[in-house]
């Protein structure tokens, strides 16, 4: 059996209930919510695949006595890509989410209801 840490399956249960949430709700403000739990899910994947225990800062400090060699900080550094990549990829949801509410208001005051087949119903 594999080997899974705790961050992994709560990652992999939060993709699953929003996965669930985006096939079977109708609700406007179901579905975003639902994207969003998604991408925090993607975000604690990823910031867990870039852990290491024990792990230091990846800067390297030359002339500090007790400073770490080169290889020596590559052995026992944290990796920073994944790090860089869920701050990106934050600042990018925010940005999503807000226009997906803006959009769902709208919707409300246009059609009256958030219900995704009601909407389409009443636009035909």
Same mark, same amino acid.
Do not use: W
């Given at each position: 059996?594999?080997?899974?840490?705790?961050?992994?399956?709560?990652?992999?249960?939060?993709?699953?209930? /929003?996965?669930?949430?985006? @096939?079977? !709700?109708?609700? &406007? &403000? !179901?579905?975003?919510?639902?994207? /969003?739990? $998604?991408?925090?899910?993607?975000?604690?994947?990823?910031?867990?695949?870039?852990? !290491?225990?024990?792990? *230091?800062?990846?800067?390297?400090?030359?002339?500090?006595?007790?400073?770490?060699?080169?290889?020596? @900080?590559?052995?026992?550094?944290? =990796?920073?890509?994944?790090?860089? @990549?869920?701050?990106? /990829?934050?600042?990018?949801?925010?940005?999503? +989410?807000? $226009?997906?509410?803006?959009?769902?208001?709208?919707?409300?005051?246009?059609?009256?209801? +958030? =219900? *995704? /087949?009601?909407?389409?119903? +009443?636009?035909?």
């Amino acid at each position: 059996m594999v080997n899974l840490s705790l961050n992994y399956i709560v990652a992999m249960v939060m993709i699953a209930i /929003s996965l669930y949430c985006l @096939l079977y !709700k109708r609700n &406007l &403000l !179901k579905i975003i919510i639902a994207l /969003s739990l $998604m991408t925090d899910g993607v975000h604690l994947f990823l910031i867990s695949l870039g852990y !290491k225990a024990g792990g *230091i800062a990846p800067i390297i400090t030359s002339g500090v006595p007790g400073a770490q060699s080169g290889a020596q @900080l590559a052995v026992s550094a944290v =990796d920073p890509l994944p790090q860089a @990549l869920v701050l990106t /990829s934050i600042v990018i949801n925010v940005a999503t +989410l807000a $226009m997906a509410l803006s959009l769902a208001v709208y919707l409300h005051h246009h059609y009256g209801t +958030l =219900d *995704i /087949s009601e909407a389409r119903r +009443l636009r035909e």
